[in-house]
């Protein structure tokens, strides 16, 4: 049983560049949501998506934009890429639009260079 | 700035001890999860608590949730050296908007 799979692991970019971080989940939940974390901090909402073909921002959703390609997978792009977006992302989903518990990714490390 | 906020920020204490951690939130909620964070690990549920619910047990975790107050505690009893590591509280807001929300954390240190 996999959960929420999220590609790549690991990823350094150049300053500009331009990456789409994938997520998956299999256990047909309607929600879906990206997050960053920094170093020592909490977790911070990027986009999220309550049901599928729906999608809206979160708390810092400036630099970023999803996909929610199918009720599975959503994605997460980073048009042209700024040392500031150096973090950890991290992919979750859940059943019933928070009603009830979310699942985490292993997160991607993404470093901008 | 983030719907929650635990404290204290870092927390040590001995092997064997309880650890209470606080989460103070700011908007009217559904319900009020507690997740916990291994390093550089992802964030794995512990416990959900509904905006109409008082206490919650789950083994060693006992969860109160004070809505009147805006705030909900975490206790986690009899600690062990495997409990080390980053507890989060998440909020899920009584609106549309089926946003969940975390707050800063708290850093667990359970000394052998």
């Known amino acids: 049983n996999a959960g929420v799979t999220q590609t790549p692991k690991f990823q350094v970019l150049k300053t500009g560049q331009s990456m789409t971080l994938q997520c998956a989940q299999d256990?047909?939940?309607?929600?879906m949501y990206w997050y960053r974390q920094d170093p020592g901090m909490g977790l911070r909402l990027i986009y999220y998506s309550a049901s599928e073909g729906t999608t809206d921002k979160g708390e810092v959703p400036n630099g970023y934009n999803v996909s929610r390609l199918n009720k599975r997978e959503f994605s997460l792009r980073l048009e042209s890429a700024a040392p500031s977006q150096t973090s950890v992302y991290f992919c979750a989903s859940s059943e019933n639009r928070g009603r009830t518990e979310a699942f985490f990714g292993q997160g991607t490390r993404l470093t901008v260079v | 700035s983030q719907q929650g906020e635990e404290d204290p920020q870092a927390l040590s204490i001995q092997e064997g001890e309880n650890a209470t951690m606080n989460c103070s939130y700011k908007t009217s909620i559904n319900n009020l999860q507690w997740y916990r964070q291994n390093s550089g690990r992802g964030l794995v549920h512990l416990i959900l608590?509904?905006?109409?619910?008082r206490e919650k047990h789950s083994g060693r975790l006992r969860v109160t949730l004070d809505t009147s107050k805006k705030s909900s505690s975490l206790l986690i009893t009899a600690s062990r050296a495997a409990d080390t590591a980053s507890y989060f509280c998440?909020?899920?807001?009584?609106?549309?908007?089926?946003?969940?929300?975390f707050g800063s954390g708290t850093r667990l240190l359970v000394r052998p």
């Open positions: 256990m047909n939940h309607n929600s």
């Open positions: 608590i509904r905006s109409n619910e």
């Open positions: 998440a909020t899920v807001r009584m609106d549309s908007s089926y946003k969940l929300i």
